[in-house]
């Protein structure tokens, strides 16, 4: 890559690079997916026992 065309091998390291940085950020969206889901339940679980207690 030091002379600025592009090989076989180079192209191999960008590929292998780009699956890593998709396979990152596949698992990055599902962890703050998971965790938003988790803090709608917290905040429901919240207002309901505020709602019950109120009564």
Not at 1 to 10: C, G
Not at 21 to 49: D, G, H, Y
């Given at each position: 890559?030091?002379?600025?065309?592009?090989?076989?091998?180079?192209?191999?390291?960008?590929?292998?690079?780009?699956?890593?940085?998709?396979?990152?950020?596949?698992?990055?969206?599902?962890?703050?997916?998971?965790?938003?889901?988790n803090?709608?339940?917290?905040?429901?679980?919240?207002?309901?026992?505020?709602?019950?207690?109120?009564?």
């Amino acid at each position: 890559m030091a002379d600025h065309k592009e090989n076989p091998i180079s192209k191999l390291m960008i590929g292998i690079l780009v699956a890593l940085a998709e396979f990152e950020l596949s698992r990055i969206k599902e962890r703050q997916a998971k965790e938003r889901a988790n803090a709608k339940k917290s905040t429901l679980m919240q207002f309901f026992r505020l709602k019950v207690l109120s009564q």
